[in-house]
């Protein structure tokens, strides 16, 4: 399951991209596409990320007049689908944010910068319903990044880990393992050997989101595929998907921007 990616090729039509990969760095209109040579790629594609970056995937021989003459072809969808991600990309914020609250679980962490010399340390300081992110040493921006975001996959392995495998017995699905990761547009899968990947931003969304997107991801488990059936196992488990659906799709926007940007 996905964010909302668009991806077109050759031939293609317009889809969400259901385990897409988000890159590094975020586009804006007006910023000149990502060219990435795949040795895999057959065919030229372009997508369209939720931060409005765009990405041209080319074959290793292609010439670059082809790459140029594939983009002025697609000009109007590409800017169509920019402008739909930037009215959803969340705005930009002041950094360090005064505190992070984490949706899912109704926790609210205040930041608090003990100042100090020396390499940067953040320890969290819990009690109920959140607690206190302590910051000492030299809160360099990037150093400060880094270490939230470091404190934000732990969290997302301790709140998520035990979540899959109560849903899992409510479900009676067998799962292999749990991967914890951050992406930049795909908010979770399911490998064909029973490892579910869930993506730490889940943190932001609320909890019957996140229920949601973890249940969709284990009828994986039995149906690697988005047939019929498969949505019928989904629905069984949770009839409010489609609307559960459409707000993980527009779920970027609640993603603090420190998470993913560079300034």
């Given at each position: 399951m996905?964010?909302?990616s668009?991806d077109?090729g ?8 259901l ?9 804006r ?6 060219i ?5 790629a ?17 074959p ?5 007049r ?6 002025a072809?697609?000009?109007e969808?590409?800017d169509?689908?920019?402008a739909?991600?930037?009215?959803l990309?969340p705005?930009p ?6 505190e992070?609250?984490?949706?899912c679980c109704g926790d ?5 910068l003990?100042?100090g010399?020396?390499?940067?340390r953040?320890?969290p300081?819990a009690?109920t ?5 302590r910051?000492?040493g030299?809160?360099?921006?990037a150093?400060?990044r880094s270490?939230?975001?470091a404190w ?10 035990p979540l ?8 009676g699905?067998r799962?292999?393992?749990?991967s ?7 908010w979770g899968?399911?490998?064909v050997r029973?490892t579910?990947s869930?993506?730490?931003c889940l943190?932001?969304?609320r ?6 997107l ?12 988005h047939?019929a059936?498969f ?6 488990h949770c009839a409010?998907?489609?609307r ?5 799709l ?7 921007h420190w998470v993913?940007?560079e300034s």
């Open positions: 996905s964010g909302e668009y077109k050759q031939g293609d039509s317009p889809q969400f991209e385990g897409f990969q988000f890159g590094e760095h975020g586009g209109i007006g910023d000149s596409p990502r990435r040579v795949s040795r895999r057959r065919r030229l594609s372009v997508r369209v990320y939720p931060d409005a970056r765009v990405e041209v995937v080319v290793p021989r292609a010439r670059a082809e790459v140029e003459l594939f983009v072809a697609h000009r969808w590409i169509e689908k920019r739909l991600a930037l009215a990309r705005p914020e002041a950094f360090p944010p005064a992070v609250t984490l949706s609210t962490w205040r930041l608090h003990a100042g010399h020396g390499r940067l953040l320890v300081e009690v319903s959140g607690g206190m992110l910051v000492t030299i809160a360099a921006p150093a400060l270490a939230l975001r934000l996959m732990r969290a997302a392995r301790q709140r998520l880990e899959v495998a109560s849903l899992a017995a409510r479900c699905v799962y292999r393992q749990v914890i990761r951050r992406q930049r547009s795909r899968s399911c490998s029973g579910i869930l993506n730490a943190l932001f969304q909890p019957e989101v996140v229920e949601y973890i249940i969709h991801e284990l009828m994986h488990v039995k149906h690697m595929n047939s059936s949505w019928r196992a989904v629905e069984s409010d998907w489609r559960l659906d459409a707000e993980l527009r779920g970027w926007r609640r993603v603090p993913f940007s």
